[in-house]
């Protein structure tokens, strides 16, 4: 409703300048140009976040001082604290750093966001920036025109600085106009009025405009114009540095509660370095003068002097706050729980996080790692095994003999409450992330689709095999009882074994160790099937019988392939998309097959027909 009602607003009252002053007309089409120009740099970046993100992450977050200068380092190269700001609370909702880790770069950014107020007040103001953004749009426009992701991605970040250069000189004409017809100043409010007024138009500005950078380079124009006192400019930039926390509550929204932790971590942190700077102002004015003095900034440049204090605040500002970051932590967490909804719902996926296919790939793998974890315990409910039972060290054959206790469950609920809207998330996120993606991501990207899809089947095969489960569990015949006991066993030993694997980071013992399972599946299906027909040639099942225990068993093989399917994906996605390592080490169906055929006459060589096959622990 607000949205609806403020964009009209700003249209209304754009298009009364334009009409009024022509002034007007530059001020705004500056701005204008300085925001593209932002957009246009934070596209270019993007282009640059590569396989080797996570790793930069991690060795940049690992502790505190190096998340503040990640914070610091990254803002002064992207110039946009809110783009930090966002894709930070993307990196937090994909777990790829922590809260403390998010807190400390958004402290750095907030620093590093004074460095555009020095480059300006320094040097844009003082150059003819315009004669240096044309030659940069040219040749940032024929970078954009090659192949290249890495090219485009220059070519986007040149175009972005001529257009920032661009909007530079227009609010810089604009004002410098406004001086030869009309003097702004004569609005000047002094005092602890003007303090608080022109500090809630610093805010409203940002919030319009969705940056900080944009709305300080508006205000040293307009100082270096003298349309604004230097009093008045302070207070619009302490304002200005609070109104920069909307765009990461904006970006908040749709994040995970990480996200919004980290989003109420940076306005607190802004709404304290506000404060201080507000009830500390005549102190700070003294130590912005002798800074000054010392650094030989002249008693009237305040462009300059303006930075000084912009920088001055927020450093003091962070001297104050990251002595309390963990105090800070546990009170978000507090303060900020996860809503506990009646359906499980999908926790690392984030608008915010589309934006970098990297971190977008991060999201949904993990997302699809919680899929996996929710259909682990319904698969162990639906063979009536605890998620316990199987995950401990308690031997599963023990389980084939006695009468199994069967566990109430219904599938249909239970995959609406814990697997219907992650599945329905992850395949919307999966097609949206694709699209968006570069090509190289589209191996990992179907392997994440297919691990999905692998889930869902695997449950449904399991809801099938349940019809004659449950009864043959309970069975006066033994035999029934036993193979239907053993299919139960054999799908609780692939959890367990694929729950192991999960935890090795090496892709080779994994793969492996994948193939040589399913050798074990073809082994144990030829071997039920030889079980049935001594069974139905002894008469000790029927043939109605024997056909159930067929049926049900290809629904066995059906979870069990599933299982190793799915393991197989998410492991294929994790390996960097240039990696050929899965497609050289897995095994071809038709290896498999024939690997199991030679052990399988090996053991018929081994043991006669009327062997005992029912105390061979195959899975």
């Given at each position: ?54 790793r930069v992450l991690t060795a940049s977050t690992d502790k505190l001082w190096k998340s503040v200068s990640f914070g610091v380092v990254s803002t002064t190269l992207m110039q946009s604290s809110s783009l930090v700001s966002v894709i930070t609370i993307s990196f937090l909702s994909a777990e790829l750093i922590s809260l403390a880790g998010g807190i400390g770069i958004i402290f750095g950014a907030n620093l590093g966001t004074t460095t555009g107020a020095w480059i300006i007040a320094g040097f844009g103001l003082k150059v ?181 204090f912009h920088t001055l605040f927020n450093v003091i500002g962070i001297m104050i706050m990251l002595p309390m970051i963990q105090p800070l932590v546990r009170w978000l967490e507090r303060k900020l729980r996860e809503e506990k909804m009646p359906h499980a719902k999908p926790r690392y996926l984030s608008e915010a996080s589309l934006a970098i296919p990297e971190v977008a790939l991060r999201a949904i793998y993990k997302e699809t790692q919680h899929l996996f974890r929710n259909a682990f315990t319904l698969i162990a409910h ?238």
């Open positions: 409703m607000l949205r609806r009602i403020l964009l009209p607003s700003i249209f209304a009252l754009l298009a009364y300048g334009f009409w009024a002053s022509v002034n007007f007309k530059d001020v705004a089409a500056g701005v204008a140009l300085f925001l593209f120009g932002m957009l246009c740099m934070e596209q270019g970046f993007k282009a640059f976040s590569g396989g080797a993100l996570q003819k920036l315009s004669t240096y953004a044309l030659p940069i749009l040219v040749f940032g426009v024929i970078l954009l025109m090659q192949e290249s992701k890495k090219a485009k991605g220059l070519g986007w970040a040149l175009v972005g600085i001529g257009f920032l250069f661009l909007g530079i000189h227009y609010m810089k004409e604009g004002f410098s106009s406004f001086a030869q017809n009309i003097d702004l100043t004569q609005y000047a409010i002094s005092g602890i009025l003007g303090l608080l007024v022109f500090t809630l138009i610093g805010i409203v500005a940002t919030v319009i405009m969705q940056s900080s950078h944009a709305t300080l380079t508006l205000i040293i124009t307009a100082l270096a114009a003298s349309q604004i006192t230097y009093e008045n400019a302070l207070a619009l930039a302490i304002g200005a540095n609070v109104g920069t926390t909307i765009t990461a509550i904006l970006g908040s929204i749709s994040a995970n509660i990480a996200g919004k932790r980290l989003a109420g971590a940076h306005l607190v942190f802004n709404l304290v370095t506000g404060l201080v700077a507000l009830i500390f102002i005549q102190p700070l004015l003294t130590v912005v003068d002798l800074l000054s003095d010392k650094v030989g900034i002249a008693a009237d440049n305040y462009t300059l002097k303006l930075a000084m639906g063979v009536s095994l605890r998620r316990s039972t199987i995950t401990g060290s308690e031997d599963l054959q023990a389980f084939i003999d006695p009468p199994g206790k069967v566990m109430e469950l219904d599938m249909d609920e239970k995959y609406a409450l814990t697997i219907k809207d992650i599945y329905s998330a992850n395949i919307e996120f999966l097609g949206r992330a694709q699209a968006a993606a570069p090509p190289e991501y589209a191996d990992a990207y179907n392997a994440l689709r297919r691990a999905n899809t692998n889930v869902v089947t695997a449950i449904k095969a399991v809801k099938h095999l349940r019809k004659n489960l449950l009864p043959g569990m309970r069975s006066p015949n033994k035999d029934v009882r036993h193979e239907y006991n053993r299919f139960r066993v054999r799908i609780a030993q692939v959890l367990r074994e694929v729950a192991e694997l999960r935890e090795s980071d090496d892709a080779v013992v994994t793969l492996l160790s994948l193939d040589q399972i399913r050798v074990g599946i073809v082994e144990a299906e030829d071997h039920g099937i030889r079980i049935v027909d001594r069974l139905i040639r002894e008469g000790s099942i029927t043939s109605q019988t024997a056909t159930s225990l067929i049926n049900d068993a290809s629904y066995t093989r059906e979870v069990i392939q599933r299982l190793l399917d799915l393991t197989e994906d998410l492991n294929k996605a994790a390996i960097s998309h240039d990696d050929p390592l899965h497609d050289e080490l897995a095994l071809r169906p038709e290896e498999i097959e024939k690997i199991a055929q030679q052990s399988d006459n090996g053991d018929s060589h081994r043991e006669p027909e009327g062997s005992d096959y029912d105390n061979r622990q195959i899975i």
